[in-house]
Structures are given as C-alpha cells and as structure tokens.
C-alpha cells in the first residue's frame, strides 16, 4: 500500500490523508479578502495496531532520514502517488514483555509532504 524510497512497509492499521492547502490570505482596502493558493501538500497519518520486533526496526529506519521518497495511494486523485516526505514524532507503546522481549503496539507517526 505504501512504499518508502521503493521499499514496501507493512499496511498500517489506520491511514488518514490530511489534503493542506499552502495559502497566503489578506483583506485588501475594501475588505475583501485576497487569497493566493501556493501549493496542495500531504499528510499521513498512519497506525499499526502490533508490528513485530523486525519489521517496527526496519520501519523506524525507513523513516529516520531526514527526507525521502513515498508513494502511498491519494484519494483525491484516485491515483498512486510519489512525493518527497518528512517524518514527524513517532510514538512507540509496549504492549508487554515476554520470554525476554518487548511486544510493541499502537505505532503511530505522520509523514509530511515537503
């Protein structure tokens, strides 16, 4: 379902596509309002409910850089899609601890369109 610089991670639990408008807005002498669209960007908001010890490492790398290369699926296109993203914090929660490891629930971060 998504991709980060070509390599698949697993499908998220949740996927939420926030669609930003970039705008600069101002009222002229008359007091209308004047506003200029700049650009359209992306979020996802994206939650895995468990992931195992290795594909939680593996996803945590993919998105340590400071930017790379998604291609998820756009609703208001339809479309797939490829865009230079950013990670934002991501939460971590321990679900419980047994024969020695940490299972890991409720992963959550959101990717961010440059």
């Known amino acids: 379902m998504i991709t980060i610089n070509g390599t698949p991670i697993p ?36 939650m895995w409910r468990h992931l195992g010890k290795h594909e939680l490492q593996q996803l945590l ?19 797939v899609r490829s865009g230079r993203f950013y990670c934002g914090d991501r939460t971590v929660g321990a679900l419980d601890y047994r024969n020695g490891q940490v299972r890991w629930k409720d992963i959550k971060f959101n990717l961010i369109e440059c």
């Open 61 to 79: 790398e993919l998105v340590s850089a400071t930017t790379f290369m998604v291609t998820y699926h756009d609703p208001q296109t339809g479309t």
């Open 11 to 46: 499908t998220p639990s949740e996927y939420l596509v926030g669609i930003y408008d970039i705008s600069h807005a101002e009222r002229n002498a008359r007091g209308n309002m004047i506003i200029e669209r700049i650009n359209t960007k992306r979020k996802l908001e994206l």
